[in-house]
């Protein structure tokens, strides 16, 4: 006779987390009694609010890995860099924490890393650095950076810089690529000339339609002329106020890291459009065919399609303007507080790509309850909105804050990851934080 050892709610959670879930619930859809109080086991603590606790909803500490937890994220150690959660080395991504986020400028050491290919070397001399504009255009233009400096208007700006695939991490079944949190952006103060001023000069043709983009970083397989990413934009983008020739970051030379020494900067689209190591724009008389354009690269249903299942993109549509979202920047997921805490000072940013952002709420009782947070305007357009607010706690025990903005036509950051995509773009969902008190 084979002898059943079952597993204790504590023992599921952290081998079955799923089935745990299904067990402590019940049919009932509800935490009460014994569920309840296995449940606070399993967390550490007792559930001041679990009988609001949404059937089916796994507790944040388990579903979201903490980086200070045990066998949580491999941390970035490189010189000059914060301690940035790894994502690949080969090409190297590393994804910025929110509690590092928790500046109203991004400061270059905690700035993301986002590269498709390798990462060249430095320039001998920056401002001799040339970018050449050509194709649809009435005059091809090859300016240095000096040049740029020198004969277009300087502008500095804050601007919202986000890669495509933030959020990513949220969709289930899991899509391809990077699984980024919420920490792929950054809001650094960014100097250079408007776009736009260098297509003047050079003169559109009245068949140009979009931009092509490249710039010096090799393919991984270092094969000569292969480029690592080559994305574009409609023409009305590139004509944007806000869309910039940059070759300073907050009062600095942009590091070599980050794009050195001129990089394009397109706020509020994905990341991807802001080409680093910035050598060409190529005028198209149709949309541009690179490296990460079409297919299902940086592109989206237009009508929903089966999770998980296959799909080549053709009816799909380009990302452009970035989905609302929200960052918790004053506590980390998973922090422990001193007994006796009774209220949480809460800070954070937010953004929505093109629009703005009409407000933040919090909840502390898994969503049955929401407080307005106060929400600053932005910098300028396609800066990020810093909010603040205080939510009260009635006792010790595990907590959860949900965090969610709504951007200023009403979209409000869903319950789950929205449009599921092969490759997980545009993953915005209400955001959780474990907190745990005394």
Not at 291 to 303: A, D, F, I, N
């Amino acid at each position: 006779m084979v002898r059943r050892i079952e597993r204790s709610v504590q023992e599921l959670y952290r081998d079955d987390p799923e089935r745990a879930d299904a067990l402590a619930f019940g049919r009932r859809g509800a935490l009460k009694g014994a569920a309840l109080a296995a449940m606070g086991g399993a967390v550490g603590a007792a559930i001041p609010f679990g009988g609001s606790m949404p059937q089916g909803t796994l507790p944040a500490l388990f579903s979201r890995p903490a980086a200070a937890q045990s066998g949580g994220p491999a941390l970035l150690d490189l010189p000059g860099k914060g301690p940035l959660i790894l994502q690949g080395e080969r090409p190297l991504n590393a994804e910025t924490p929110e509690t590092l986020l928790d500046e109203p400028v991004t400061s270059a050491r905690n700035m993301f890393i986002r590269n498709n290919g390798g990462v060249p070397d430095a320039a001998a001399d920056p401002r001799a650095w040339k970018l050449v504009v050509e194709g649809e255009v009435n005059q091809r233009l090859e300016l240095t950076v000096g040049e740029l400096e020198a004969r277009f208007p300087v502008i500095t700006r804050q601007l919202q810089l986000e890669c495509g695939g933030n959020g990513r991490a949220f969709y289930q079944p899991q899509a391809r690529g990077n699984q980024w949190g919420n920490g792929a952006i950054s809001n650094g103060e960014w100097t250079g000339v408007r776009l736009r001023d260098v297509l003047n000069a050079a003169g559109l043709k009245s068949s140009a339609v979009a931009t092509g983009h490249y710039g010096a970083d090799p393919h991984l397989s270092n094969e000569p002329g292969r480029p690592a990413i080559a994305r574009g934009m409609r023409i009305a983008k590139a004509m944007e106020e806000d869309t910039l020739l940059a070759f300073r970051l907050n009062g600095a030379a942009i590091p070599q890291l980050h794009g050195a020494p001129l990089r394009l900067v397109t706020p509020g689209w994905p990341g991807s459009l802001s080409q680093k190591w910035l050598t060409r724009i190529w005028v198209r008389d149709k949309p541009h065919d690179g490296p990460g354009m079409g297919g299902t690269s940086y592109r989206v249903p237009v009508r929903p399609i089966v999770p998980g299942s296959s799909n080549n993109g053709r009816d799909f549509a380009d990302l452009e303007s970035m989905p609302v979202r929200a960052i918790l920047s004053s506590h980390a997921h998973g922090a422990r507080l001193p007994a006796g805490t009774r209220a949480l000072d809460l800070r954070g940013a937010a953004w929505a790509g093109d629009l703005t952002v009409r407000a933040v709420h919090v909840s502390v009782d898994f969503g049955a309850s929401w407080t307005a947070m106060q929400v600053a305007d932005p910098a300028n357009r396609h800066a990020w909105q810093r909010w603040t607010g205080r939510v009260a706690l009635p006792s010790d025990g595990y907590y959860e804050v949900w965090y969610r903005a709504t951007d200023s036509e009403g979209r409000m950051q869903p319950h789950a990851p929205p449009n599921w995509n092969p490759q997980g773009y545009g993953g915005n969902p209400i955001s959780r934080a474990a907190i745990l008190v005394g």
